[in-house]
């Protein structure tokens, strides 16, 4: 009987044991919790040869946390990325920075009207769709020639910025693509030949080479009654091929366009009538193109259409980054 009080008494305290052990023993320090990623800033690298992060830019993009708050950067080391890039809306945040302007060349070759029954919206090479995008020393390139619409640059995200950048194509080069989108160009150079800067959005082109590659037209604008600026032209270059002998500053793709270049040095291929209403006479009743202080043998206001404008120092005040870009939330870009 005493055995087996005993055998009883050692399994009930080896059964007990280790839970007595679980309650007294002191619990683990926590570790402190880290910020959630889309708070802390990262940088990626993108290499063709396999010595980044990425092979190719739209992974890079992808991999990249939803909504970020503060910078991801993305780092391109040289190479041609034939690629149809899109930077989704929930991109947002995102710096492409090249490690050089010619050595970053992103490529691709659709038009309106291919095979792939492409429009103008869906031509782009690089299509920008998050707000706060950034990129600095990358080529933007449409590589199917002169084959009509083939965007190299659609742009649509808010606030977006484009410093020491190129933009190649033919017709369409540029897409401003939405109104409710503020861009600012600094340092870039810019080429096409027909309407090959577009779009609805409010654009700051600063310390910019726009080369014509033929007689056409540069900018098309679809500004909208809603908004006090359209393209402004600060500070720029207007070149061309030596083909280029009559080049139009713009037209309006719709009725409210508005263009504005100030202090603009303008080549001898600008027409003396500057502007062209997109043969619909209406257009000159509603469109706003003015220029302030133009330089150049394409300068002369002698032979300007009678329906723009020269601008009078007073009337050039309100063209400060601050004022064209106010919209609903305030956005100044920050010159470099």
């Known amino acids: 009987m005493l055995r087996l009080k005993y055998i009883v008494a050692t399994a009930l305290l080896a ?76 991109k947002t945040h995102i710096t492409l920075l090249g490690e050089s302007k010619e050595g970053v060349v992103i490529t691709y070759g659709d038009y309106s009207g291919d095979a792939e029954k492409h429009t103008t919206y869906s031509s782009s090479t690089v299509r920008v769709q998050g707000n706060d995008f950034s990129a600095e020393n990358i080529t933007f390139e449409n590589s ?93 270059q207007l070149t061309a091929a030596p083909e280029a002998k009559k080049v139009y500053l713009g037209r309006p793709w719709r009725p409210h366009a508005k263009t504005v270049f100030l202090n603009t040095d303008m080549g001898a291929h600008i027409t003396g009538a500057g502007w062209e209403n997109w043969r619909n006479p209406d257009n000159e009743k509603t469109a706003y193109y003015a220029e302030f202080n133009s330089r150049g043998p394409g300068a002369s206001v002698t032979g300007r259409v009678a329906w723009s404008h020269q601008l009078k120092v007073k ?18 870009p920050q010159r470099k």
């Open 15 to 90: 059964t007990t044991s280790p839970l007595l052990a679980q309650v007294v023993a002191p619990a683990a320090t926590p570790k402190p919790a880290e910020a959630p990623s889309f708070n802390k800033t990262i940088r990626l690298t993108v290499a063709q040869d396999g010595s980044g992060d990425y092979r190719t830019i739209q992974e890079a993009v992808m991999a990249v946390r939803d909504f970020m708050q503060v910078e991801a950067t993305i780092f391109l080391k040289n190479g041609t990325y034939k690629e149809k890039l899109v930077v989704p809306s929930q």
């Open 144 to 236: 199917a020639g002169p084959v009509g619409q083939a965007v190299a640059l659609h742009v649509e995200g808010d606030r977006a910025t484009f410093r020491n950048c190129r933009m190649l194509g033919h017709q369409d080069t540029l897409f401003l693509a939405v109104e409710n989108s503020r861009q600012y160009y600094q340092d870039c150079y810019i080429e096409g030949t027909t309407d090959f800067i577009f779009g609805a959005s409010t654009a700051v082109f600063e310390h910019c080479i726009i080369f014509s590659k033929r007689d056409s037209y540069i900018t098309a604008a679809s500004t909208t009654p809603r908004q006090k600026f359209g393209f402004v032209f600060l500070d720029c």
């Open 315 to 332: 009337e050039v005040k309100p063209y400060t980054l601050q004022h064209i870009f106010a919209g609903s939330t305030a956005w100044v």
